[in-house]
């Protein structure tokens, strides 16, 4: 393993960047907005070390809220680069006065940044990725990571060859505190062994605000690959598969004849050896929800299921991080907004102790492989 990292450094490190007053999160109307509601992110009393990182590329919002968990769990923000006048300025209003870099060569040839992280277009997303990791740098990506099967195969030949970790912000896991509490309870063995997982994941499309590259499918990748990305990560850390394969898939543009390259619908299922998944995604929020999506996810177990109510409940109780449990005790309704999201100390401890508790690398690339297969060999519906 290359570039190993000397904890004694790390663990003194002081915070260098100033943040914003004003915060970012994701709005209740698009779902990856800018917004000025939440906190500024600090290191939380669990995060062990302090960890240089640097983010290169700002074409996703999501990029907020990635930065955000690593300072959380200890990474300290010591340059970015994009060059994007007004990406810059948004980002330095959140996060102050953090050097910009000359080019992303700058970042990636200093060896204080142990770890980049990155939102670029998501065709550009692995590419940055390989390289990160052959300057001996992990690498944490936004999904989706990668929008090939080629683009897989170089990825993993890159883990392979340099050590370093290839890893994926799959944030309606990692980073809703609804799902974390899910894991912690099939962990338990609270609803015994979850033999299949449902995942119905709508998103609002909200037009006039995407990019061009948004609307290209070479770009983004395609439905399943991009937004149904979660849904697999889901699927593979619920039901604990360490091999899976696609049984059936189909994407269609039902709705959006200007963007013919554009999908608007996707679903699929997977089994793997442990179990069976149905995903289905879509951008078909309607206007009078009062969020982006109304994401579910249903986790079948041998003594019980859960469902969980991501972001909204629509029967009317208030907020997101919705529970709902039926076992052999019962049936129970958890409020899990105060549960906290370990994602962030995890990784960062894991940079630095070369483990892989806050993510798998194999189930990480495991789901990418799944839907880009899905993607792959994708029907077209009857109505497109």
Known sequence: MTNAIDRRALIG???????????????????????????????????KYRVPFAVIGLDHAHIYAITDAIIRGGGVLTAFYAADPAQVATFRKRYGTVRLARSEAEILEDKAIKLVAGAPIPDLRAPLGIRAMRAGKDFLSDKPAITTLAQLAEVRAAVKETGRKFAVMYSERLEVPAAVMAGDLIKQGAIGRV???????????????????????????????DIGSHQADQFVFYTGSKRA???AAQTGNLANPDHPSFEDFGDMTVVGDGGTGYIRVDWFTPDGLP??????????????????????DVTGRPGANHLIIADKTGVRYMDCSKVPLPFGPQFVTDI???????????????????????????TRPVLA
């Open 13 to 47: 490190i002081g915070l260098g960047a100033g943040f914003a007053a004003d915060a970012f999160a994701q709005s209740a109307g698009q779902g990856n907005a800018i917004s000025e509601v939440a906190a500024p992110a600090r290191p939380e009393p669990t995060a």
């Open 195 to 225: 033999v299949q997982t449902i995942n119905i994941a709508p998103h609002r499309v909200s037009a006039p605000s995407r990019p061009a590259w948004f609307w290209d499918k070479p770009r983004y990748g395609g439905i399943l690959t």
């Open 245 to 247: 394969q696609v049984v």
């Open 291 to 312: 969020t982006w999506g109304d994401g579910r996810a249903f986790l079948l177990g041998t003594e019980g299921y859960i469902e969980l109510r991501k972001y909204i």
């Open 352 to 378: 630095v102790e070369r483990t892989s508790v806050a993510q798998d690398q194999e189930g990480a690339l495991l789901a990418a492989e799944l839907v880009l297969m899905a993607q792959a060999h994708a």
